[in-house]
């Protein structure tokens, strides 16, 4: 079963000063753009590929279109409680790590049994993060 990698678009868009708060639809396109190519390639020292990976968004990103590699989910309401919701229902019995520097979402998430990174890990060097 591929591992399942869920990223919080709403801290690791905000994790880099580009403007993003102009255009928060577009923000999280391009993030889900980079994305892509992890699911087949894996992230590097963190999980080999196949991925599963699951993009979630809120707000004004909420009509963000699932793209090749990147199932995206709109929350409803909080997309921490989303994100804690999809590592409760799909993250069971298989390597579950979700994209975060949000502290209260990393502790609900690892209770669950969920790994954790921060938004360097899908950004990579130079795009900020922690």
């Known amino acids: 079963m591929d591992a399942l990698v869920v990223v919080d678009a709403a801290n690791v868009v905000g994790s880099v000063p580009d403007g993003w ?3 928060r639809h577009g923000a999280a396109e ?5 994305l892509a190519g992890y699911a087949a390639d894996g992230l590097p020292g963190l999980l080999a590929p196949p991925l599963e990976l ?3 968004v809120e707000g004004a990103a909420r009509g963000v279109e699932s793209a090749k590699g990147v199932r995206v989910v709109p929350a409803a309401g909080s997309g921490d409680d989303r ?3 999809l590592v409760a229902d799909e993250g069971g019995g ?3 790590l979700v994209v975060t520097a949000d502290r209260g979402l990393r502790e609900r998430v690892q ?5 954790v990174t ?4 899908v950004w990579g060097p130079g795009r900020g993060g922690a």
Do not use: E, N, T, Y
């Open 83 to 85: 994100i804690v919701r």
């Open 111 to 115: 209770a669950l049994g969920a790994r």
């Open 54 to 56: 699951v993009l979630v």
């Open 118 to 121: 921060g938004p360097r890990a």
């Open 21 to 23: 708060w102009r255009d």
């Open 94 to 96: 298989r390597d579950c």
């Open 30 to 34: 391009r993030l889900r753009d980079a």
